[in-house]
């Protein structure tokens, strides 16, 4: 089996979905008159789900050079979709969109993911993986940021009346706060930061917090399924922030792993 093929795959079925649904939410939060944007979103949202409905098309005994050649294609429309992001953003801060439902924080939050998934792609098929400590660093930067934005996002949408779930959103975006200020200070004490003991000790505060924020997420998602509680959030939604912290703790795993010498296979690495 060639891991190139197999990570490659793994990664663009994961983020070819997330940038499908980031269609739809965008969608969703635009007003009626504004159809030049709905359809450019429309037009994102089957982009997607071709791209993601050919990855689960391949396998992992697909051509390697295929796949170098498909990681392009999709790498050149989250590009797409990055551009259009920011231009949705640059019209919610101009006020041009005066009534629209996307809260500016979100539209800037999914075009960092984008930008991750575009970064992913390009180091895939450079074969240029960052060294391991600066990876542990780099994607928890990154995915504490996405946490931390995720909790904000959740007390936001709640209705103001479910006063018990926005304290506790608002101590999950309180503790993801801490948490990225932690990793940013062991960021800017590279590299005399870069031991084993506290990498390690890292990714265990890491983890405990994101397994925590994935239960409350998960909850979340099931109350909102079953319209036991009051909120703006769409279903899809629910599950879809859930799935990214499901992803960020596998991603910690996997360093944890490598960290201790137990696994010899590549590491995701930084953007
Ligand atoms: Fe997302
Ligand atoms: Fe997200």
């Known amino acids: 089996m060639d891991a190139f093929v197999a990570r490659s795959l793994e990664e663009i079925r994961f983020w070819a979905r997330i940038m499908k649904e980031h269609s739809l939410f965008l969608r969703l939060g635009f007003r009626c008159e504004d159809t030049q944007l709905i359809q ?10 071709g791209i993601e409905a050919r990855a689960h098309a391949f ?21 797409h979709i990055w551009v259009f992001k920011r231009k949705v953003l640059g019209l919610i801060l101009t006020c041009q969109l005066p009534g629209a439902n996307n809260f500016p924080l979100l539209v800037d939050h999914v075009s960092r993911e984008a930008n991750y998934f575009r970064n992913r792609l390009a180091e895939l098929n450079n074969g240029r993986l ?5 990876a542990i660093i780099d994607e928890n930067v990154f995915f504490l940021k996405i946490m931390a934005d995720h909790a904000k996002f959740i007390g936001h949408l709640l209705d103001p009346s479910e006063r018990k779930l926005v304290d506790q959103a608002r101590e999950f975006s309180n503790d993801f706060d801490q948490l990225l200020w932690q990793a940013q200070d062991l960021s800017s004490m590279r590299p005399q930061s870069q031991t084993k003991p506290l990498l390690s000790q890292f990714l265990d505060q890491n983890r405990v917090s994101v397994a925590s924020l994935r239960d409350f997420k998960k909850t979340a998602r099931d109350l909102i399924e079953a319209c036991r509680i009051k909120s703006i959030i769409h279903p899809l939604l629910a599950d879809h922030v859930y799935r990214e912290a499901v992803h960020f703790l596998a991603i910690i795993d996997l360093f944890e792993q490598a960290l201790t010498g137990q696994a010899p296979t590549p590491l995701p690495a930084a953007h």
Not at 41 to 47: D, E, K, L, M, Q
Not at 59 to 78: G, K, L, Y
């Open 59 to 79: 396998t992992a005994a697909t051509d390697p050079q295929q796949i170098r050649a498909f990681n392009a294609e999709v790498h050149n429309a989250v590009s």
């Open 130 to 134: 960052e060294p391991l400590p600066d």
């Open 40 to 49: 450019e979103a429309n037009g994102f949202y089957a982009v997607f789900e």
